[in-house]
């Protein structure tokens, strides 16, 4: 198990407000967002990157809010949907690959949690999900913003 600490950067992101559905079916949410986006003639340059807040377990769903990096800049009028970053960055941060999704999301936030204590860091939350494709798999990369060092 390997934390990296490193700062973050992706271009041209849009990102979607907060949505609520269930922890089940988020891929279906983010794919949606995807097509949306090929069928408005941009592509994706990158990974599905998402955020999951307000968990409610009694009915397993939580606010999700999904980034993806397109291959050209946008302008982009203010809307209650969507809002565009010519740069999406964090400067400081720590990484950490939850390589098998079988297992618990959670306790690699644990580990995130545990090694930012035993730093004295204080980390953003929610945190980051990069999902990445690999071999028809998916992988995630767990990124957490440090935002006080001490």
Same mark, same amino acid.
């Given at each position: !198990?390997?934390?990296?600490?490193?700062?973050?950067?992706f271009?041209?992101?849009?990102?979607?407000?907060p @949505?609520?559905?269930k922890t089940?079916?988020w891929y !279906?949410?983010?794919?949606?967002?995807?097509?949306?986006?090929?069928? %408005?003639?941009?592509?994706?340059?990158?990974?599905?990157?998402?955020q999951? =807040?307000?968990?409610?377990k009694?009915? &397993?769903e939580a /606010?999700? @809010?999904?980034y993806?990096?397109v %291959? @050209?800049?946008?302008e982009?009028?203010? &809307?209650d949907?969507?809002r565009?970053y010519?740069?999406?960055?964090? &400067?400081d941060?720590? =990484?950490f690959?939850? #390589? /098998?999704?079988d /297992?618990?999301?959670?306790?690699?936030?644990?580990?995130?949690? #545990?090694?930012?204590e =035993?730093?004295?860091?204080e980390? #953003?939350?929610p945190?980051? &999900?990069?999902y990445?494709?690999?071999?028809?798999?998916?992988?995630?990369?767990?990124? =957490?913003p440090i935002?006080?060092?001490?």
């Open positions: !198990m390997k934390i990296k600490r490193c700062p973050i950067e271009h041209h992101v849009i990102s979607t407000t @949505t609520r559905c089940d079916e !279906m949410v983010a794919r949606d967002f995807r097509n949306a986006i090929i069928k %408005n003639g941009l592509y994706s340059t990158g990974p599905i990157i998402y999951v =807040a307000n968990f409610e009694s009915t &397993n /606010d999700y @809010t999904f993806i990096p %291959n @050209t800049p946008l982009m009028e203010e &809307n949907k969507f565009f010519e740069s999406w960055r964090f &400067n941060g720590l =990484a690959r939850h #390589a /098998d999704l /297992d618990d999301i959670e306790d690699s936030y644990e580990l995130l949690r #545990a090694s930012a =035993a730093f004295n860091f980390l #953003a939350e945190f980051y &999900n990069i990445l494709d690999v071999y028809g798999d998916g992988i995630i990369d767990i990124y =957490a935002v006080k060092e001490g």
